[in-house]
Nanobody, 126 residues
Framework: QVQLVESGGGLVQAGGSLRLSCAAS????????LGWYRQAPGKEREFVAA????????HYSDSVKGRFTISRDNTENILYLEMNDVTPEDTAVYYC???????????????????WGQGTQVTVSS
């Protein structure tokens, strides 16, 4: 079972950029589809982005498409989320997630990731 630890969160001004990282250990990293989710205060957790085992297929929510980029390094066992042109609406706790499932099954809502990190706080000031 893979374990996930996020880092890179913090305070950023609107219009700025931030890169989140998620380090994985204890599993065969390249066999996992991976994703980023976020949860703002008083709101439900929402999907942000997902990437396939190889990194060749990526998917984004409409709210971040064109601004955020998900990527993975299967040699270093790290998942990234590059966040550009952030807005106060991007303020949330960001979680990385993993599962030995096809990424499209997650994107279409058929299955969920079963392994989650502890989260990292991102705060965007206006």
């Amino acid at each position: 079972q893979v374990q996930l630890v996020e880092s890179g969160g913090g305070l950023v001004q609107a219009g700025g950029s931030l890169r989140l990282s998620c380090a994985a250990s204890g599993g065969t990293f390249s066999s996992y589809s991976l994703g980023w989710y976020r949860q703002a205060p008083g709101k439900e957790r929402e999907f942000v982005a997902a990437v396939s085992w190889s990194g060749g297929s990526t998917h984004y929510s409409d709210s971040v498409k064109g601004r955020f980029t998900i990527s993975r390094d299967n040699t270093e066992n790290i998942l990234y989320l590059e966040m550009n042109d952030v807005t106060p609406e991007d303020t949330a706790v960001y979680y990385c997630a993993a599962g030995q499932v096809h990424v499209m099954a997650v994107v279409k809502g058929f299955v969920d990731f079963d392994t989650w990190g502890q989260g990292t706080q991102v705060t965007v000031s206006s």
